[in-house]
């Protein structure tokens, strides 16, 4: 479900906040309908969950083991680039929160 640079940002969008299909597709520079594909799978994974607000869908990540997963897998993503080394701080600390895994 990673392996899509747009799942990732979507993913990692919905842990700052809870967000519907247009907003998600203009903080990740998709269309809506692109973004509303990837949700489908990410949901289908249990990795996102919805609320309905009207005629309004949000969408929401769905625990701290997901975001977990997606903190981890960028910050392998950064130490095989070469972005990161060692214990150095990692850019996506920066962008929102990260729970710790302790």
């Given at each position: 479900m990673?392996?899509?640079?747009?799942?990732?940002?979507?993913?990692?969008?919905?842990?700052?906040?809870?967000?519907?299909?247009n907003t998600l597709a203009e903080n990740v520079g998709?269309?809506?309908a692109?973004?509303?594909?990837?949700l489908a799978?990410?949901?289908l994974a249990s990795l996102v969950r919805?609320?309905?607000d009207g005629t309004f869908v949000y969408y929401s990540a769905t625990d701290a083991h997901v975001?977990?997963?997606?903190?981890?897998s960028l910050?392998?993503?950064?130490?095989?680039?070469?972005?990161a080394a060692g214990t150095d701080a990692h850019s996506?600390?920066?962008?929102?929160r990260v729970a710790d895994s302790r």
């Open positions: 990673l392996s899509d640079p747009t799942r990732v940002k979507i993913l990692w969008a919905l842990f700052q906040a809870e967000s519907n299909v998709a269309t809506p692109a973004v509303s594909q990837h799978k990410l949901r919805t609320r309905r975001h977990r997963l997606l903190a981890e910050s392998h993503a950064e130490h095989v680039t070469g972005v996506y600390r920066a962008a929102g």
